[in-house]
């Protein structure tokens, strides 16, 4: 380094500098090798010993006095610049330095090497973090443009604005969005200008008009536009924030709105595989645990993109609603019961696209309640019976019988009339106990539309007239109930509804309601009489037993009806010109009875639409006796029966409770008022009952009167306890004052 000409320090680059100045430093280290190799161990041996002795600060400045000698440039530029690093106090000894070896000491905070292209990208980053406020101002200038003349560059900044708005619903703060949305109403505005603007925009951007003219009945596909790889990127962009704004809202009026623009999209989704799909796992969703509206709206989009992509999605779509409507029909309450109701037609439209997928699924389904039913039949135990008599296996049976009834009809379908029949029917004989009826009752009525839609004979009367026999109506129920039972939305009768009067009610109501309709499919046949003749045997044999008035006016309303419909076919058939195995001649003799109709038939017509009227009612939560002017109980307040209290004072006051031969009179305590108010709370229960029979009205009234004697007793007597008298004053009391009669007006109550 010395025999090189040195440059003076104002010419040398920063780099220069540096190496300049580690290179004199390698040339010292160097020279000691050299030295060390030369045989000169003994010294520095000596001088590291001296060294350790030494402190840091004085090797330093020997350092500083031999760079001096050295390069005395370089130690001037550091006198001019750096004057702290030359002069430090040098007063530490060796051993603080010794004892600060001995300890590490962590640094406050720790320093990560960067490069400078490290920097660079960072400081990127936080220029890109940094995004633009919308504001309203700015989508009135985008709805504007956009109506006037849309481009793909105007396109892009809307989807950028989208994206960021809908970044705001999920609360992912990691991903970076060009456009911030901060406001709620900057938010519901963008989100308008979208739903309105967009699809309008797109078609004149991808120039699909021109398309729709060329084909006016087939759906045409954004895709085919020339101009659709330039947009595809934005318009996935779009349609993903689409989904990931529908998944986050909560609104039933703005998940409304979105899926009527979601509607407007599905061409845009079929062009688009990977979005379709995840489009579609949210519709089903909307579609099984959405309100009204946002039900029907699901299903509209899912059956388009079904009819148009038939071959892509509607496998996979059938098993998603079927195992989403088998999860949502697990409880049933007169509220869920329309919304599962709908599920099961919009479901069986959907079946209805496909015979053959329809079979495959219904195949694979109807076994697997085939093996539930065959595991509870063998293993009998409580789990197995459980896995039956549940609401889900109940309304899955309720939906392959309407399926199979709807597209009746079908070759394809046909094969799965019979085993689903059977399996029904082995569902009611699993457990023939009382508390099980309504779930018998639901079966029988799945197999009546079944047997009416594909004109199959299933036995179903028996299961109904078994009732009649197993079940004593003669006998008084144990406990009266306020509120009818209703069967439509129970599988399971507890022991206390058994002895409720409102279960042999409902009962009755239910088996004439189901004899009705299934009578109704079966009276236009030709052997009608000898199909109703064992149950006209059952139901005379029921009315000599039954004792109960109203049980025996509907069984025998429902005898005249069957009768009479008897005697009609049984005069048609004796015109008839046919044999029995004539099978055309036979069909087309049915066709001409349910043309001209018969009596019954005209009377179930009639009889269906007051149904329907009552079911209505009890839908929309009104009482289905509303119509009837029951009288109803005013009960007085306290304040009211105080007052009275006060004016009867001492009307009752001689009356004893015992005619023994005691001559103490008891009077009642307060604490003996308990149990009068007691006794006027249960027939208070009572009450609405009491229009039943008017022998019970009596009683009530009977009960009502002596019950307000008891209150009026302790009126005279205030918490005292009973007082002898003497005999004397006993006499007294027996003899009594004189007789004095007061005209008393009467209520016709009274």
């Known amino acids: 380094m010395a025999s090189k ?77 750096d004057q702290q690093l030359l002069n430090f106090d040098d007063t530490d000894s060796s051993e603080e330095d010794e004892e600060e070896e001995k300890y590490h000491t962590l640094p406050s905070e720790l320093e990560e090497a960067r490069s400078d292209e490290e920097e660079q990208e960072s400081a990127a980053k936080q220029k890109k973090s940094e995004s633009i406020p919308v504001t309203e101002k700015m989508i009135a200038e985008w709805k504007a443009a956009l109506r006037a003349e849309p481009s793909q560059r105007l396109f892009r900044e809307v989807t950028q604005a989208f994206k960021g708005a809908v970044a705001t619903t999920k609360g992912d703060s990691a991903e970076q969005c060009r456009y911030a949305v901060s406001d709620s109403a900057v938010f519901n505005a963008l989100v308008l200008f979208c739903i309105r603007d967009i699809p309008v925009a797109l078609q004149r951007i991808l120039d699909l008009k021109s398309l729709e003219k060329e084909d006016q009945k087939k759906l045409i596909l954004p895709s085919s536009s020339k101009r659709w790889q330039k947009n595809m990127l934005d ?46 796992k949210h519709l089903v969703k909307q579609w099984s645990t959405g309100e009204e509206t946002v039900r029907v709206l699901a299903f509209l989009s899912i059956s388009k993109v079904c009819r148009h992509k038939q071959d892509a999605y509607l496998t996979t779509i059938l098993k998603q609603m079927y195992i989403a409507y088998v999860q949502n029909c697990k409880f049933t309450s007169p509220n869920s019961l329309p919304l599962i109701s709908f599920m099961q037609r919009t479901l069986t439209e959907m079946y209805a696209m496909d015979s053959q997928v329809s079979y495959q699924h219904g195949f694979i389904y109807i076994r697997q309640l085939a093996i539930h039913l065959r595991n509870a039949m063998t293993m009998k135990k409580k789990e197995t019976y459980q896995s039956v008599y549940n609401w889900q296996y109940v309304h899955c049976l309720g939906l392959w019988c309407r399926v199979l009834s709807t597209l009746h009809p ?41 047997s009416a839609s594909t004109g199959t004979f299933v036995p179903v009367l028996p299961f109904l007239l078994e009732i009649l026999q197993q079940e004593d109506f003669n006998k008084k129920p144990g406990r009266m109930s306020v509120k009818p039972i209703n069967f439509d939305v129970i599988l399971k009768l507890s022991k206390a509804n058994l002895q409720e009067k409102a279960f042999k009610d409902g009962l009755i109501e239910q088996i004439y309601d189901l004899m009705l309709e299934y009578f109704n499919t079966q009276a236009c046949t030709i052997g009608f009489p000898e199909l109703a003749l064992p149950t006209i045997i059952q139901l005379k044999a029921f009315l000599k037993e039954c004792k109960v008035a109203n049980y025996c006016k509907q069984i025998r309303q429902l005898l005249e009806k069957v009768q009479e419909n008897c005697n009609h076919v049984t005069s048609r058939r004796q015109r008839a010109a046919f044999g ?156 009594g004052d004189e007789d004095i009669v007061e005209d008393l007006e009467l209520s016709d109550q009274d």
């Open 5 to 81: 000409q040195k440059r003076k320090l104002e010419d040398l680059s920063v780099d220069e500098f540096l190496l300049s100045g580690f290179d004199a430093d390698g040339d010292d280290s160097d020279e000691e090798e050299v030295v060390q190799q030369n045989g000169k161990r003994k010294n520095t041996a000596s001088s590291e010993e001296i060294s350790k002795k030494k402190g840091k600060a004085s090797e330093h400045k020997e350092q500083l006095a031999r760079l001096q000698a050295k390069d005395p440039e370089f130690y001037q530029f550091l006198k001019d610049n």
């Open 235 to 280: 318009i996935k962009m779009y349609l993903s924030g689409l989904i990931q704004l529908l998944s986050s809202l909560t609104q039933s009026t703005v998940i409304a709105a979105v899926l009527r623009h979601i509607h407007q999209m599905v061409p845009y989704y079929l062009c688009l595989t990977k979005q379709c799909r995840i489009l579609l």
């Open 580 to 735: 029995v195995a004539d099978s055309v001649a036979v069909a087309a003799w049915e066709q001409r009875a349910r043309e001209e109709g018969t009596p019954l038939t005209k009377y179930y017509s009639q009889w269906k639409k007051l149904r329907e009227k009552e079911i209505q009612m009890e839908i929309s939560g009104k009482e289905r006796m509303m119509d009837l002017n029951l009288p109803e109980i005013n009960r007085k307040m306290v304040a009211e029966k105080k007052k009275d209290k006060k004016e009867f004072k001492g009307l009752f006051e001689s009356d004893s409770d015992d005619d023994g031969a005691d001559p103490v009179l008891k009077i009642k305590e307060k604490a003996g008022q308990g149990g009068s108010e007691e006794d006027d709370d249960e027939l208070e229960d009572l009450s609405d009952l009491s229009g039943d029979d008017d022998d019970d009205d009596d009683a009530g009234d009977e009960d009502g009167e002596e019950d307000s004697d008891d209150d009026e007793k302790p009126s005279g007597s205030k918490g005292k306890g009973p007082k002898k008298l003497s005999n004397v004053n006993l006499q007294e009391i027996a003899e």
């Open 410 to 450: 079908s070759e394809v379908l046909e094969p799965l009339i019979y085993p689903l029949c059977q399996v029904i029917l082995g569902c009611i004989k699993l457990v023939p106990i009382a508390r099980y009826y309504p779930l018998r009752l639901h079966c029988v009525r799945a197999l009546t539309l079944l």
